[in-house]
């Protein structure tokens, strides 16, 4: 059984993840409706949504949610852990729009909460290495 010292620090990110995260996923719905509205293909709003909302969501979970210093390398993890959601964002998107012919506003929510635990876990590695899930969880090293 984990001890409260070991399980507060999980449950106190865990809550600046949830509210820098509902930041991020509000940017990124409006800037993928709004632009998919003004003409932009949605696939295309992606990547601008993307391009705009990592660097913000970098700086938000560096500062406020891990409070960590802002590092290069470490952005270059934390795109690279948000890019590799990208490819499950896109299915998810081509299979609810096009093939499904869900609307953008509908089809963003739900491709969003596809990827959201994958960013979760990948924000962690790339900001917070050292940071141990299992110890938070109780598991035996």
């Given at each position: 059984?984990?001890?409260?010292?070991?399980?507060?620090?999980?449950?106190?990110?865990?809550?600046?993840?949830?509210?820098?995260?509902?930041?991020?996923?509000l940017l990124?719905?409006?800037?993928?409706?709004?632009?998919?509205?003004?003409?932009?293909?949605?696939?295309?709003?992606?990547?601008?949504?993307?391009?705009?909302?990592?660097?913000?969501?970098?700086?938000?979970?560096?500062?406020?949610?891990?409070?960590?210093?802002?590092?290069?390398?470490?952005?270059?993890?934390?795109?690279?852990?948000?890019?590799?959601?990208?490819?499950?964002?896109?299915?998810?998107?081509?299979?609810?729009?096009?093939?499904?012919?869900?609307?953008?506003?509908?089809?963003?929510?739900?491709?969003?909460l596809?990827?959201?635990?994958?960013?979760?876990?990948?924000?962690?590695?790339?900001?917070?290495?050292?940071?141990?899930?299992?110890?938070?969880?109780?598991?035996?090293?």
């Amino acid at each position: 059984m984990p001890s409260r010292e070991q399980v507060r620090p999980l449950v106190e990110r865990g809550g600046r993840y949830s509210l820098v995260g509902a930041v991020c996923v509000l940017l990124n719905y409006g800037i993928i409706v709004a632009t998919n509205a003004a003409g932009l293909h949605y696939l295309a709003a992606m990547t601008l949504a993307f391009a705009l909302v990592t660097p913000i969501g970098f700086l938000l979970h560096s500062r406020f949610t891990f409070r960590e210093p802002l590092r290069w390398r470490a952005f270059w993890r934390f795109a690279a852990g948000v890019a590799s959601a990208a490819p499950i964002a896109y299915l998810a998107m081509i299979l609810l729009c096009s093939v499904l012919r869900l609307h953008v506003a509908i089809a963003t929510p739900i491709a969003t909460l596809i990827v959201f635990l994958w960013n979760f876990v990948a924000a962690h590695w790339a900001i917070a290495p050292q940071f141990k899930f299992s110890a938070a969880f109780g598991a035996k090293k």
